[in-house]
């Protein structure tokens, strides 16, 4: 068994700010036993406007957020999911917003590119968003060994994708970590359903870790960070404000899920994941 976490926050404009906090909620976990640690999308800025976040966009090799990530794995020796960071394309108005892995030792060892952009108005109210204004679609599903299990990863609008998980689960994934920021009204009406359904179809472990709370920008985000098990039982949940989830992950019991109840080998339809390149 392995404590990892999940880190809730109310991310804000000021950059600085947000790197304190998550700071300050990474020591808690790691206080807490936590070997494997996850932290929201957008964890450095929740910006006023959409376009803010092109301003601290990076390189793909170097930045302050970056950096960040790798001193905070290395000074804390844990594995860490970064959430998610713009990073910096060929076109200047557009940005990838990517998760990037670093092990114990402060290496990057991953990178993932979200794949679907949350393009949607929301059906009750005024509530839009249009992510590709500013961001380019990843093009590869991402998936590594740890010390933990075979990690997937996932970002947010991403959960309303099954085939993805398929992909995930077809090159061995036993469980996923997922940063987030589910609106208030998504969260409420779908985040435990399609957390809990992406958990039981593919019988692996989801470990999600989302904003929550309201932040400065008028937005209200849904929070509920969660570890759910391969069975789709809610280990571990939080709330809607930030705070820290520490619990057990034994990636050991998938494979006893997967031979008792072989529902991923019965499957008659294959589910071919075919990503096309980013235009521009």
């Known amino acids: 068994m392995t404590n990892v976490a999940a880190?809730?926050?109310?991310?804000?404009?000021?950059?600085?700010?947000?790197?304190?906090?998550a700071k300050r909620l990474?020591?808690?976990?790691?206080?807490?036993?936590?070997?494997?640690?996850?932290?929201?999308?957008?964890?450095?800025?929740?910006?006023?406007?959409?376009t803010d976040v092109l301003k601290i966009a990076e390189e793909p090799q170097?930045?302050?957020?970056?950096?960040?990530?790798?001193?905070?794995?290395?000074r804390f020796g844990i594995w860490l999911v970064g959430g998610t960071?713009?990073?910096?394309?060929?076109?200047?108005?557009?940005?990838?917003?990517?998760?990037m892995v670093f092990d114990d030792q402060g290496e990057r060892v991953a990178r993932y590119d979200k794949l679907h952009l949350f393009d949607v108005r929301l059906p009750d109210g005024d509530e839009r968003y249009t992510e590709s204004r500013i961001y380019e679609p990843g093009e590869q599903i991402v998936t590594l060994d740890t010390p933990f299990g075979r990690m997937g990863l996932a970002v947010c609008y991403d959960l309303r994708f099954p085939e993805l998980f398929?992909?995930?689960?077809?090159?061995g994934a036993e469980f996923v970590a997922m940063p987030a920021a589910f609106t208030a009204q998504t969260g409420q009406a779908h985040w435990d359903i399609l957390l809990r359904a992406r958990a039981i179809?593919?019988?692996?472990?989801?470990?999600?870790?989302?904003?929550?709370?309201?932040?400065?920008?008028?937005?209200?985000?849904?929070?509920?960070?969660?570890?759910?098990?391969?069975?789709?039982?809610?280990?571990?949940?939080l709330g809607r404000n930030p705070g820290v989830l520490v619990a057990d992950?034994?990636?050991?019991?998938?494979?006893?899920?997967?031979?008792?109840?072989?529902?991923?080998?019965?499957?008659?339809?294959?589910?071919?994941?075919?990503?096309?390149?980013?235009?521009g």
Request: net charge neutral; glycine share 10%.
């Open 62 to 74: 170097a930045g302050p957020l970056q950096a960040f990530l790798a001193e905070q794995a290395r």
């Open 166 to 171: 398929r992909g995930l689960l077809d090159q």
């Open 249 to 279: 992950l034994g990636c050991e019991c998938v494979g006893r899920i997967r031979t008792l109840f072989p529902a991923v080998q019965h499957r008659r339809l294959a589910c071919d994941v075919e990503v096309s390149p980013a235009s």
């Open 85 to 99: 960071i713009p990073l910096k394309t060929l076109r200047g108005d557009r940005a990838r917003s990517t998760c």
């Open 201 to 237: 179809e593919n019988q692996m472990f989801m470990l999600a870790a989302a904003q929550g709370g309201f932040h400065v920008n008028g937005r209200e985000t849904y929070g509920h960070s969660a570890l759910i098990d391969p069975w789709g039982r809610v280990v571990a949940q």
């Open 7 to 21: 880190i809730q926050m109310a991310s804000g404009p000021q950059p600085q700010a947000n790197l304190l906090e």
């Open 26 to 50: 990474l020591r808690e976990a790691v206080e807490k036993g936590a070997k494997l640690v996850v932290l929201p999308e957008n964890f450095a800025m929740m910006g006023m406007q959409e």
